[in-house]
């Protein structure tokens, strides 16, 4: 019997383009962690590499090593627990500007032997660096195993101080982990009176200078930049945060940026400067504060006021949209340094109208060049013209290296397309300019530049102006987005899922830009919530997601009117308030993912009242359990369903999450009465939307899949729905989709559920009209916004991340990880994968709140491999499919443990197999395993 394709058959690349992006995946099935993300790099430079990695793929599977790497350090191997890992304070590393007065602690547990647990903890907080006594909090042993949101309940913190922490764990047999290395975390500006200045105006560039007795034993500088801000000391640019601070409401809120400078600082003369863009807020306003200590504790504060001097800096013009000019000739050499000797032109700094937002530490990652790109080609389609290309559509800008003559201007335009005659086309940008220009010194140098105040959606750079001809690497690429970090791997055998995998983590990552927008390269850019909420679930996997969407929950809260209304995009420039219900359910369904994926229930207390205040608004616009305003519904659908079939599908998906919140923050009144609105809606809905005559909810694809996704449809309308969307999807689309953002959401969910993954597989892996195949034929290196191929003026984004929704289902289902009905934060695991059609392998893993999950399949004649990593404290039931093969046997780590029905051996960590419906079914504790089914 042959089940498949075995592993020998691993397709190859085949393109150019598609193996540099097939590169990451398949070596990101082997490697995980920052060592995977060096390679990763170098991955993407090299057309050599993506062959290599397929060769290395293979050699893993036939030598039977393992398939997901040891996330371990190198140190020799340590007996029990080992040290935790991965301390975090309220999802961030060592962070600077914790302003909650309660922080949450996190780590992660290690073991030498499988089937272990934590069964309590040491938590010491301190405020000396060797942490050895906790004169803040010293937990003492705590039973519970848990080792996330552990809420600090030590003395109370003080602002702006730095307190060091470290923590160990105890064992399934009690015995005790070495303890972790220390961490630390540093405190923000709790109370407002902590900021002494006052908010100044600026031409472009501000400075002050002042003069420090000592050197510094401590120094923190706290700025809130608006729009944008690059922060100088002596000299140096501060930090590595660009495009900073994330864009909020300004009127609500506005985000300070914490920086240690202590380094930066010396005894004697002493220089600020700081440059300010425009950004969202189209003004310039700077609120600045720098605390510095001394060796015997005496504090020198300097702030942001009128003794500060202003002038106009070589930045002539700026504007997210439109592009940065910058004028070389106008740099003012040393004005960021102590010995600068002011020209003309400097004048002292105005008082600015306050922003009117509370001024809240930004504690998510910033906004990072993260990666730089050497274009693959340049073309010469027009006298002095030159196009770039970057072979990947990105969101950041161009790094330009040139000589010539002082005052050339040179000018720099960004397209996602190109016309056939090989010129740039921006028609789909529609207003947005993207076009910086850069105006030389002309000393003589290379003169290397970048705009500081814009960033741009493009693949293609026109560069026109240059002196000479410019060499193909005279521009990069710089790959700019908030730096979250990559937690999720999944590779397939299948090489278009691959190549899909790339569309979706390339739109989604390019997409975040302190808020999740809906693209990067035309007139709008917003924090659109319908595809915030659509892709949540997929971003989570992939990008270690909390820290932003804490910071994006918040600020859809500050959005949120008196009558519990919220609006379309947040922060709130475009669209609607109230905004269409399946935007507006990104507040709730946001806030349960957090819940689902990283535990987080003081979010779900916070934001109680918030979220019922916003259902309560959408009960008050509702008629007989139906809600019926709808601006966009099932956007981009090729067969539209109705918008009030979708509204109120979100009136009951809202309602319920509601009443589960209500349930896990102990309020059962509200939770019964929440349950019994949904069922009154679940009535409402099925009595107007579903149809006796037509046995269907309807002629669509997402008509019938909200319903049955949603548990909406009851035992007598789910058989007649689900007819209607398989004979839909066979037989008059051949396995397309024609679901807008919102059915493509839960399509395939739906379709494993009811067991049909093979047609999810044939859907994802089809290449004509409309379909994600479809977009990769056609060049498409991100997601594009509609399922057309359109490239004029018309709506058509080419890195839209709407439609990666469906990521989510490559580790739910073809990786198998799934987290279990009655658990969160992969605390239990239910391993399933889908081992559909042709698909010989399929890998994936994720880096979760609690540790490294994975899972790694690949079948061949009469076999099933199947290799799963189960964090310290998590249990999971794996699912090995049996197929039709008789006389089974199953090993783990080669030895026998199943055979004639019955356990054969007992193995550390292996609680249970059973063979049930089609499946062996092996109950796990924590650990590695590699297990092996053969039969006849
Ligand atoms: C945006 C979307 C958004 C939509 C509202 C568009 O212009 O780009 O992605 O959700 O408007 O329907």
Not at 382 to 387: D, E, M, R, S
Not at 586 to 600: C, E, F, K, S, V
Not at 737 to 760: F, M, P, Q, R
Not at 874 to 900: M, W
């Amino acid at each position: 019997m042959n089940f498949s394709a075995s592993p020998t058959s691993l397709p190859r690349p085949s393109s150019r383009l598609s193996s540099r992006f097939s590169s990451r995946s398949n070596l990101s099935l082997s490697l995980t962690g920052s060592k995977a993300r060096g390679l990763f790099t170098k991955a993407s430079r090299s057309v050599i590499i993506p062959a290599i990695s397929a060769v290395v793929m293979l050699a893993l599977f036939l030598t039977a090593s393992p398939i997901l790497a040891q996330t371990s350090p190198s140190t020799a191997p340590a007996k029990g627990a080992l040290a935790p890992y991965d301390l975090r304070v309220e999802y961030l590393t060592n962070p600077l500007g914790v302003d909650t007065a309660k922080p949450r602690f996190f780590w992660k547990n290690r073991h030498s032997e499988r089937g272990q647990a934590q069964t309590a903890f040491e938590l010491i907080v301190s405020s000396s660096p060797s942490a050895d006594t906790g004169d803040l909090w010293e937990s003492g042993k705590v039973t519970g195993d848990s080792s996330i949101q552990i809420v600090y309940t030590g003395k109370p913190l003080a602002s702006n101080r730095t307190y060091y922490w470290k923590v160990r764990i105890y064992d399934a047999e009690d015995k005790a982990s070495p303890w972790s290395e220390v961490a630390r975390f540093d405190t923000g500006l709790f109370s407002p009176s902590d900021w002494k200045g006052q908010w100044i105006g600026s031409d472009g560039l501000l400075r002050r200078e002042f003069t420090l007795p000592e050197e510094p034993r401590r120094a923190r500088a706290y700025i809130a930049g608006l729009g944008y801000y690059e922060l100088h000391l002596n000299g140096r640019k501060v930090g590595n945060h660009v495009l900073d601070p994330g864009w909020t409401d300004y009127k609500k809120r506005v985000l300070y940026a914490t920086y240690d400078v202590t380094r930066l600082l010396r005894k004697g003369k002493n220089a600020i400067g700081v440059m300010l863009g425009q950004g969202w807020y189209k003004s310039r306003a700077l609120m600045f504060e720098l605390y510095i200590e001394d060796a015997s504790g005496n504090v020198t504060e300097i702030h942001s006021d009128n003794s500060w001097q202003t002038a106009r800096g070589p930045v002539l013009e700026d504007s997210i949209y439109n592009g940065e000019t910058y004028d070389a000739r106008l740099e003012q050499p040393g004005w960021d340094r102590a010995d600068f000797a002011a020209s003309t032109g400097w004048h002292q700094a105005s008082s600015a109208e306050a922003p009117g937002g509370v001024l809240s530490s930004q504690m998510m990652p910033a906004i990072q060049v993260i990666e730089t790109i050497v274009p693959l080609t340049m073309t010469n389609p027009a006298p002095g013209v030159y196009v770039f290309d970057l072979g990947q559509n990105l969101s950041g800008w161009a790094q330009l290296r040139v000589s010539g003559p002082a005052g050339t201007d040179i000018r720099l335009r960004f397209s996602e397309l190109l016309y056939d005659n090989g010129l740039i086309n921006q028609e789909n940008l529609r207003s947005a300019r993207a076009e910086d220009h850069y105006i030389l010194r002309g000393d003589g140098t290379t003169e290397v530049w970048e705009p500081r105040f814009t960033y741009h959606g493009f693949r293609y750079i026109e560069v026109t102006g240059f002196p000479g001809t410019p060499k193909f690497d005279s521009v990069r690429g710089r790959v700019v987005h908030t730096a979250v970090s990559p937690t999720g791997n999944f590779s397939a055998s299948t090489q278009i899922l691959n190549d899909i995998q790339h569309l979706i983590l390339w739109g989604q990552k390019t997409n975040l830009h302190s808020i999740p927008t809906d693209c990067c390269q035309r007139d709008e850019r917003m924090g659109w919530m319908g595809d915030a909420q659509v892709t949540a679930e997929e971003a989570m996997m992939n990008y270690d997601m909390a820290a932003f969407y804490t910071n994006f929950l918040r600020d859809i809260r500050d959005e949120q009117a008196a009558d519990g209304s919220i609006t379309d995009t947040v922060p709130h420039v475009w669209g609607q308030r109230p905004a269409d219900p399946a935007w507006g359910t990104a507040y709730p369904l946001i806030a349960w993912y957090m819940y689902q994926n990283y535990g987080d229930r003081r979010l779900i207390e916070d934001y109680y009242d918030s979220l019922k205040k916003y259902i309560e608004f959408l009960r008050s616009k509702a008629e007989n359990g139906l809600l019926k305003y709808s601006y966009y519904g099932d956007w981009v659908a090729i067969e539209k369903c109705p918008g009030s079939l979708v509204s109120t599908f979100y009136y009951y998906y809202d309602t319920r999450v509601l009443a589960d919140m209500a349930r896990l923050i102990n309020k059962p009144a509200e939770a019964q009465a929440y349950d019994k609105l949904t069922a009154e809606i679940k009535t409402a809905f099925n009595r107007e939307f579903f149809d006796p005559k037509t046995r269907s909810y309807g002629p669509t694809q997402t008509a019938n899949v909200l319903p049955l996704f949603a548990g909406l449809a009851t035992d007598k309308e789910r058989g007649p729905a689900w007819s209607e969307l398989f004979n839909d999807l066979v037989y008059e689309h051949d396995s397309h989709l024609t679901t807008g953002i919102i059915g493509t959401k839960y399509i395939l969910d739906v379709l494993t559920s009811t067991g049909n993954s093979d047609l999810a597989y044939d859907i994802l892996t089809k290449t004509d009209f409309p379909s994600y195949g479809y977009m990769l034929k056609n060049g498409a290196t991100t997601l594009w916004e509609i399922w057309q191929q359109r490239e004029g003026p018309s709506m058509n984004s080419h890195n839209h991340p709407m439609f990666g929704s469906i990521g989510a289902w490559f580790y739910r289902a073809l990786a198998g990880i799934n987290i279990a009905a009655d658990s969160v934060a992969y605390k239990k695991l239910v391993i399933r994968p889908q081992m559909v059609r042709d698909l010989s392998h399929a890998s994936g893993s994720l880096n979760t709140i609690n540790g490294e999950v994975g899972c790694a399949w690949s079948r061949g004649d009469r076999q099933v491999k199947l290799e799963a990593v189960i964090p310290v404290g998590s249990e999971a039931l794996i699912y090995i499919p049996v197929f039709k093969l008789r006389n089974l046997q199953l090993t783990e780590g080669g030895a026998l443990v199943f055979a004639d029905n019955q356990l054969k051996a007992s193995l550390p960590g292996i609680k249970n197999i059973e063979q049930k419906g089609g499946n062996l079914m092996v109950r796990v504790g924590s650990g590695r395993y590699t297990f092996k089914l053969t039969g006849e």
